[in-house]
């Protein structure tokens, strides 16, 4: 199993990036994804995370951010509008070790290599 995150960079606040993450063998159709991120010197978080039957969960900056999937490309993406400096961090997806979504770190049983984003003017 391989998640790949890809669609970090920098961005000056208010600014939007599209994060996507690619799954690579297991099936979108029968397992959730998660995102988090993690700040430097801070604890990772848990941001949300879409299960099948589609079913959204957002367990942070809900109102910025919108989790969405495509199974037939097996990726998830996470559209982040708005973006501050404090949103500043290390991106990563991941997969849950039970079907239905977590939010806790320790709940997750494979992770992608994570994406930076970095806002700055």
């Known amino acids: 199993v391989q998640l790949q995150a890809s669609g970090g960079g920098l961005v000056q606040p208010g600014g939007s990036l599209r994060l996507s993450c690619v799954a690579s063998g297991l099936s979108l159709d029968y397992y959730a994804v998660a995102w988090f991120r993690q700040a430097p010197g801070k604890e990772r978080e848990g941001l949300a995370c879409i299960s099948n039957p589609e079913s959204s969960k957002y367990y942070a900056e809900q109102g910025r951010f919108r989790i969405s999937k495509d199974n037939a490309k097996n990726t998830v993406y996470l559209q982040m509008n708005n973006l501050q400096p404090e949103d500043t961090a290390v991106y990563y997806c991941?997969?849950?070790?039970?079907?239905?979504?977590?939010?806790?770190?320790?709940?997750?049983?494979?992770w992608g290599k994570g994406t930076q984003v970095t806002v700055s003017s």
């Open positions: 991941a997969t849950p070790r039970v079907r239905s979504c977590r939010s806790h770190p320790s709940a997750m049983k494979y």
